[in-house]
C-alpha cells in the first residue's frame, strides 16, 4: 500500500516534469529535502550554538580579562567569567546555530543522513 502510494505520488511529476529535469533528480528530492531539514535543525539548533557557545564564551573570558591587565592571570579570569563568558557564550551560540542552519541544510541536501550534516565542523 506504501508503495502504490509512493508510485501514485511521484508519478505525475516525472510524467510532467521529464523534460525540464532528470528523473533521477525527481527521485531524489523529497530525500534530499527530509535529508536538508534534518540536518539545518541538528546542527541550528544543538551542535551549533553548543559549538559556538564555547568558543565564545573563552574568546569573552580572554578579551574581558586582557582589558583587566592580564589575560593570564588567575584573578582577572575568574572575574571576566561573568562579564565576557556569559555574553561570549550567548553570542557565540547565536551566531554559530544561525550558521548551523545554512551549513546543516547545505550539506544535508548534497550529501543526506551524512555525518556532515548534522555537526558544524567543515570537511578535510
Do not use: C
Not at 15 to 22: F, G, I, S, V
Not at 26 to 40: D, E, I, W, Y
Not at 78 to 91: E, F, H, I, N, R
Not at 98 to 115: A, L, N, V
Request: charged fraction near 15%; aromatic fraction near 10%; avoid cysteine.
Amino acid at each position: 500500500m506504501s508503495a502504490a502510494l509512493m508510485v501514485s505520488a511521484v508519478a505525475p511529476a516525472v510524467a510532467l516534469d521529464y523534460e525540464a529535469k532528470p528523473v533521477m533528480w525527481v527521485l531524489q528530492a523529497p530525500f534530499r529535502t527530509v535529508g536538508g531539514v534534518s540536518g539545518a535543525l541538528v546542527s541550528g539548533l544543538v551542535s551549533g550554538p553548543m559549538q559556538g557557545g564555547f568558543h565564545g564564551g573563552i574568546k569573552g573570558t580572554n578579551h574581558v580579562a586582557e582589558h583587566f591587565g592580564d589575560d593570564k592571570g588567575l584573578g582577572q579570569r575568574v572575574a571576566a567569567v561573568p562579564l565576557g563568558g556569559s555574553v561570549g557564550m550567548m553570542t557565540g551560540g547565536f551566531q554559530e546555530g544561525y550558521h548551523g542552519m545554512g551549513h546543516g541544510w547545505k550539506k544535508g541536501w548534497e550529501h543526506p543522513f551524512s555525518r556532515w550534516s548534522f555537526i558544524t565542523m567543515e570537511e578535510k
